[in-house]
């Protein structure tokens, strides 16, 4: 039965649907030029896929630095090594050397630092300043004032008898003109013998209060501060006695006042030497002896006196055991 029997009847086998295969030997390709590939055609044959294309192998450069590292480009482009460690000496990037002028520097602004600190504690920690008046803190410059210029002139006085003790033939009655001059001033600072000058009256009258030996003694110490060279204190019984550095003062029975061991009645009077204005405005500064009088109720009337004269004399220790040396 022929093929086509086959297909009218419905008994043969269909017909490939596309182009069929050329006849030929079995196995054997199709000698034309443009046939297909047979797998190609073949409906059972899996699809292939492209080649993998492998990429093109980069050549190495080796480049041999003067240090002897051996680096190779295609790694370190692709970060396979770390960059090569700068060699001192060579082409990598000098360190900065600190100069010993910089350092020196550095510790002298450390050092300042440090002290400004220390002071800036210590000035605002103070509680002796931060617990101060204002009036006292002026008070104390005053002094500080006044003390500074007595100074300064016994500098000048000493000066000029070094100059004249070293000035030749009148060097030995400069010696002894001095040596009297001051024994006058020795004994007048001890008490044993009398002055007179220019100065003040300091006249002490109670109010409500009586006037307490702390007042008198804050009022002696302001005078002492201005300048006073001699001053005594008499009472209103007219008992007389001497201040000089060891004196004392204690309050007594019924507002009266002991002073090296002397009992004296008020009203009390300071007579002092020395340069009036400058006593006058130390006693009248702001908070001082005048303001704390005037606040206990008190009154202190202060008068200048062209000759003010300190006659009461203070005896002197008999010393038992010590002796000048000559």
């Not at 617990?131 to 210029?149: C, G, H, K």
Request: zero cysteines; aromatic letters at 2%; proline letters at 9%.
């Amino acid at each position: 039965m022929s093929s086509d029997e086959h297909t009218e009847t419905g008994t043969g086998w269909p017909q490939p649907a596309g182009p069929g295969r050329p006849s030929g030997p079995a196995g054997e390709p199709d000698p034309r030029p443009d046939a297909p590939d047979p797998d190609e055609l073949s409906p059972l044959a899996p699809e292939r896929s492209a080649p993998p294309v492998e990429p093109p192998v980069q050549e190495r450069a080796v480049v041999e630095p003067d240090d002897g590292v051996t680096v190779e480009l295609s790694r370190a482009a692709a970060g396979a090594i770390p960059p090569a460690p700068a060699v001192a000496g060579g082409g990598g990037t000098p360190r900065r050397r600190v100069s010993s002028a910089g350092v020196m520097i550095a510790a002298l602004l450390a050092l300042l630092g440090f002290t400004l600190v220390v002071q800036f504690k210590s000035t605002s920690t103070d509680p002796t300043v931060a617990a101060t008046r204002q009036e006292d803190l002026v008070r104390i410059l005053y002094d500080l004032n006044s003390r500074e210029v007595r100074l300064r002139q016994d500098i000048a006085t000493l000066e000029e008898s070094q100059r004249q003790l070293r000035s030749g033939q009148q060097g030995r009655q400069a010696a002894l003109e001095e040596a009297t001059r001051r024994a006058d001033e020795l004994g007048i600072l001890a008490g044993t013998l009398p002055a007179t000058g220019p100065g003040l009256s300091v006249r002490f009258e109670a109010g409500e209060k009586p006037i307490s030996a702390s007042r008198v003694l804050d009022a002696v110490q302001e005078l002492r501060g201005a300048g006073a060279e001699a001053m005594q204190i008499s009472g209103g019984d007219r008992a007389t006695v001497r201040i000089i550095a060891s004196t004392f003062f204690l309050d007594g029975e019924g507002g009266s006042l002991v002073v090296d061991g002397r009992r004296l009645t008020g009203p009390f009077t300071i007579t002092v030497i020395g340069d009036p204005a400058t006593m006058r405005t130390a006693l009248n500064i702001p908070g001082g002896v005048v303001a704390s009088v005037t606040g206990d109720g008190g009154k202190l009337i202060v008068e200048d006196r062209e000759a003010a004269e300190v006659s009461a004399l203070h005896a002197p220790i008999k010393l038992e055991h010590a002796r000048p040396v000559s």
